[in-house]
């Protein structure tokens, strides 16, 4: 038989800070001299954030979320990592991913001797959480999902402390823990700053098998945990702009803000035109990151979020091209 995979599974909003909490794992493992294995998932055809992982054993899941309309791919590529092993296996579902499914993959009886669930990481976005929590400023639908992340988590990160203040982080703390078991720790973090120890922390202790339909158990600590397959996610929408030109970077910026409220969430691949330098970008709660990459990928944009009027925003960026 082969070895046990310990696996971690990265869950978490649009914009929340996986990708960063994965970055810090994947170092730790190349330091300690370990094979890596990496799941991607995205909603859109096209994954801009495969540069940042060459040297590891990756597989891309793309037009589809994995807990849900891509449950036979997850499959598909654990075998893959069955017939090939890796020490630590990082999965990183989309912003709209419930963990409670990939849980339910990995864990049936084919897999639960080879794969080893250790931790499931939420990441929460401090500076939006309450916003998404509110009936006025966000859907039924993304409340639900937020529940559903927060419930099925070993150990919920708290990101982006700094965007807000005490007081209003006061209260999002005692509304996680109106939804969560007292028993789950949260750990305060800016940039996905964490202990590295405190993400590799095994704390999914037992996955146990139920008799009655031989079907694995959700390592979720609220009866409140959705495992049903109701797509509840599916008003979440990604948008890809291709053929991108050259903006500067205050143009580029300009735009992104104006862009209609329910783009929650943007990234992609540009090149401002001070220059043939390649951007990786990052957008969410009205601020953009930029990251200087070597990478071949055509400039692309991509923006994800709720009940997203495409035709609005293909006239925003003709708008932004004809001023170009």
Not at 52 to 68: A, D, P, R, S, Y
Not at 116 to 127: E, F, G, N, T
Not at 283 to 305: C, M, N
Request: proline share 2%.
């Amino acid at each position: 038989m082969s070895q046990v995979t310990d696996v971690y599974i990265i869950s978490g909003f649009l914009g929340s800070g996986k990708t960063t909490v994965l970055k810090r794992l994947v170092e730790d493992s190349q330091l300690k001299g370990k094979k890596v294995g990496i799941i991607l998932n995205e909603l859109g055809d096209t994954n801009v954030e495969s540069h940042l992982f060459k040297t590891e054993k990756m597989v891309e899941l793309l037009n589809g979320c994995i807990c849900c309309s891509m449950q036979e791919d997850l499959k598909l590529t654990l075998n893959q990592f069955i017939d090939n092993s890796v020490d630590i296996l990082l999965i990183e579902g989309t912003g709209v991913a419930n963990p409670s499914e990939i849980v339910e993959a990995i864990t049936a009886p084919v897999y639960i001797d080879h794969f080893a669930i250790r931790s499931i990481i939420s990441l929460v976005d401090a500076s939006q959480y309450l916003e998404y929590q509110s009936i006025f400023s966000s859907s039924k639908e993304i409340r639900t999902l937020l529940k559903e992340q927060i419930n099925c988590a070993s150990l919920i990160v708290l990101n982006k402390t700094d965007l807000v203040t005490e007081k209003k982080l006061e209260k999002i703390l005692a509304s996680i823990r109106k939804t969560t078991s007292v028993e789950t720790p949260i750990i305060k973090s800016t940039f996905g700053d964490v202990a590295i120890n405190e993400l590799l922390l095994s704390r999914v202790q037992t996955l146990e098998l139920t008799k009655e339909a031989e079907q694995p158990t959700c390592s979720c600590h609220s009866d409140d945990c959705n495992h049903k397959h109701d797509h509840q996610h599916a008003t979440l929408k990604a948008v890809k702009l291709t053929d991108v030109p050259k903006f500067t970077k205050k143009e580029f910026e300009a735009w992104l803000k104006q862009l209609p409220n329910d783009v929650i969430r943007g990234k992609g691949i540009i090149t401002f035109n001070d220059g043939a330098t390649a951007y990786s970008f990052q957008y969410s709660s009205g601020r953009l990151y930029v990251e200087e990459v070597e990478t071949s990928q055509p400039s692309i944009i991509i923006l994800i979020g709720d009940r997203l009027d495409s035709e609005r925003i293909k006239e925003s960026y003709e708008l932004l091209l004809q001023n170009k």
